[in-house]
């Protein structure tokens, strides 16, 4: 990838390469000679070799002189959800850690809430594909070889639903009879663990599993999201003394089973800080994980509230992807969420940038709609511009381009990507984390139907437009899927409002639609969760 602008300087560095992981300088001490590379730490030199073997002839420099890279974050890692519902083939995980290196990320997070093959826990995993112990084994030993730490990531209070429904474990739920969640305003299942020994007992097990199979030093606990803690079993403590001291106690109580592993506990700290005054109580070794997903996330204010506390060069930010609850991937909003993200954690001294791709609702999106957010994130890792509008991320030649085509392998399919990317910038906006088109395409009509502000014919023939225009680019699989969903998509919104189609090509019946997921499904993704992601599809 390029690093930032201007990637060459000429003259003698002005002074000694930054001692930070990663950072490397790769000097030319007179006009044809070799370059050489310069680095505090065997992932730094790497960098710098991959850096110097893909500068291209024509941009070597004439001049004696120098390209100094250094990252804004110590940490700079990927969260990949295996639960809901993808967990990844060996192939593509093997790609994406190679891509990773690419890139220059350092840390790698597979969230697995069910999808990990505890020995002890059968019936929560038996049917979804699992990891396996000794494939995270393998896992490491790949991502050692690319200076990338593999990381255990689960979750032990809130986000539990999937243990929670089985008879072995449904006494521990805060709600049995299940609660109203407070986003879709509909019964569920219990989702979170109530605080007690009985739960903490679990825990221990969980975590005592799961870390067998790694060796990283650090774990990834969750706890964000009780959504339903003092609604149920905890009702009178929480009443008593506050949910937010209910929360920290056994928040505490977790991330003591992580230490006594030897492992630093990393947490989500959407909780502690919607009640403030608890970040200071929070033990001094543990590590918050700051999340945001949208533009305008106050992460300058949690920032700086948490650097406050002590934990300023201990704590992580997390933007995210934007390649959930989406067909085209929502790339405008990530460059956004990710520029305010950085700014805020470089100021406030973040350790680590985190880049959260979620797949919430069924994954739907395919593999390759996670490399735009993962250039973009890169550059924003180590100081380079990100796009700033979507005529500026589509724009012909831009260097998101060249770095995204390094790993499309096709300059087409990566133009294709970008432009769909812009594809949400020209539609009505459901909801934070969420995409018109997916929102139309698996939703039930009644809710949206009555609801959607309506699109005129022009702007959905724009729409249209966007979607041929890529299709020509590239005959890549999987922005081919995106396409004929997204069609699917306005096709379905045409039909609800009794509109004619602004089609210009015929799309695909609604069961060769499925047909079409169900078989790319399986070329990238094991084949647990693939029926529950296609369930989620409306007639």
Same mark, same amino acid.
């Given at each position: ?14 002074g ?8 490397? =300088?790769?000097?030319?001490?007179q006009?044809?000679?070799?370059p ?17 073997a893909?500068?291209?002839?024509a ?15 110590a940490? =700079? ?14 192939e ?26 505890y ?7 038996e ?17 050692r ?15 539990m ?13 805060e ?10 305003g ?12 009985e ?6 097990s969980?975590l ?7 060796s ?79 533009p ?10 948490v ?14 992807s934007g ?11 990530c ?16 350790r680590g940038l ?15 709609f ?36 390094g ?19 020209l ?12 929102h139309?395409?698996?939703?039930p ?19 249209r ?22 069609g ?26 499925r047909?079409h ?23």
């Amino acid at each position: 990838m390029s690093a930032p602008d201007p990637p060459f300087t000429a003259g003698p560095p002005e002074g000694p390469l930054p001692a930070l992981p990663g950072a490397f =300088r790769v000097r030319w001490r007179q006009s044809g000679a070799a370059p050489v590379v310069e680095a505090h730490d065997p992932a730094g030199r790497a960098y710098g070799e991959d850096w110097a073997a893909r500068l291209p002839v024509a941009e070597r420099p004439g001049v004696p002189g120098y390209h100094q890279a250094v990252p804004r974050f110590a940490e =700079r890692g990927l969260l990949l959800d295996c639960s809901r519902n993808r967990v990844p083939r060996r192939e593509s995980l093997t790609r994406l850690i190679a891509d990773l290196r690419r890139l220059r990320y350092n840390r790698l997070l597979l969230y697995t809430e069910h999808t990990y093959a505890y020995p002890s826990h059968r019936e929560v995993w038996e049917g979804h594909s699992p990891l396996q112990p000794a494939e995270i084994r393998e896992l490491e030993e790949e991502c050692r070889a690319h200076h990338i730490e593999l990381v255990p990531c689960t979750n032990t209070f809130g986000h539990m639903e999937r243990w929670l429904r089985h008879d072995r474990y449904h006494a521990l739920a805060e709600s049995p009879g299940g609660f109203v969640h407070p986003h879709t305003g509909r019964p569920t299942g219990s989702s979170t663990l109530r605080p007690g020994r009985e739960s903490l007992a679990l825990v221990e097990s969980l975590l005592g599993e799961l870390l067998a199979g790694f060796s990283a030093p650090a774990v990834h606990i969750g706890g964000d999201e009780p959504w339903e803690l003092g609604e149920g079993r905890s009702r009178e403590e929480v009443e008593r003394r506050g949910k937010a001291a209910v929360y920290l106690d056994f928040l505490r109580s977790i991330l003591s089973v992580a230490r006594a592993h030897g492992r630093t506990p990393l947490f989500w700290a959407d909780v502690v800080l919607s009640s403030p005054e608890t970040v200071a109580r929070l033990p001094a070794d543990c590590h918050p994980t700051l999340w945001g997903y949208e533009p305008g996330h106050p992460f300058e204010r949690e920032c700086a509230l948490v650097a406050a506390a002590g934990f300023a060069g201990n704590y992580t930010i997390v933007p995210g992807s934007g390649t959930w609850n989406s067909l085209t991937g929502r790339l405008v909003a990530c460059a956004a969420n990710l520029a305010e993200a950085t700014v805020a954690g470089e100021r406030h001294r973040a350790r680590g940038l985190l880049l959260a791709a979620w797949g919430d609702n069924g994954h739907h999106l395919p593999d390759l709609f996670l490399r735009p957010p993962l250039v973009l994130a890169a550059r924003a890792a180590w100081g380079a511009s990100l796009p700033n509008g979507p005529r500026d991320l589509a724009a012909p030649g831009a260097p998101w381009e060249r770095e995204l085509t390094g790993l499309t392998g096709h300059p087409g399919t990566s133009r294709a990507l970008l432009s769909l990317g812009t594809a949400d910038t020209l539609l009505p906006y459901p909801g934070p984390n969420r995409s018109w088109l997916h929102h139309v395409l698996f939703a039930p009509p009644g809710d949206w139907q009555a609801t959607e502000e309506a699109l005129s014919t022009e702007r959905r023939a724009e729409v249209r437009g966007l979607l041929g225009r890529a299709r020509e680019l590239s005959d890549h699989p999987d922005p081919r899927l995106a396409i004929a969903m997204a069609g699917a998509a306005l096709d379905r919104w045409e039909r609800g409002r009794g509109l004619q189609s602004t089609s210009l090509a015929p799309s695909l019946a609604d069961d060769a639609l499925r047909e079409h997921f169900r078989l790319h499904w399986l070329r990238q993704s094991r084949p647990g969760g693939l029926e529950d992601s296609l369930a989620r599809f409306c007639p």
